[in-house]
């Protein structure tokens, strides 16, 4: 695995430990919870991406 590759799925499990923590102390629908998924998102599509190749 290259290390942009291991770099990607690092800050893919930091997002989402940040949106999980953010929706246990805030809600779902919160407009900050909403933003780290849409960070979040755009994590997993890069990842998608780099994975077909």
Do not use: C, W
Not at 2 to 23: C, T, W
Not at 35 to 48: G, I, P, V
Request: glycine letters at 2%; hydrophobic letters at 40%; a neutral charge.
């Amino acid at each position: 695995m290259s290390a942009p590759f291991h770099g990607l799925l690092k800050e893919i499990e930091i997002q989402r430990n940040d949106m999980v923590r953010l929706a246990s102390e805030t809600s779902l629908s919160n407009h900050m919870v909403i933003e780290a998924s849409k960070r979040l998102d755009s994590l997993l599509n890069k990842y998608h991406v780099l994975s077909t190749q």
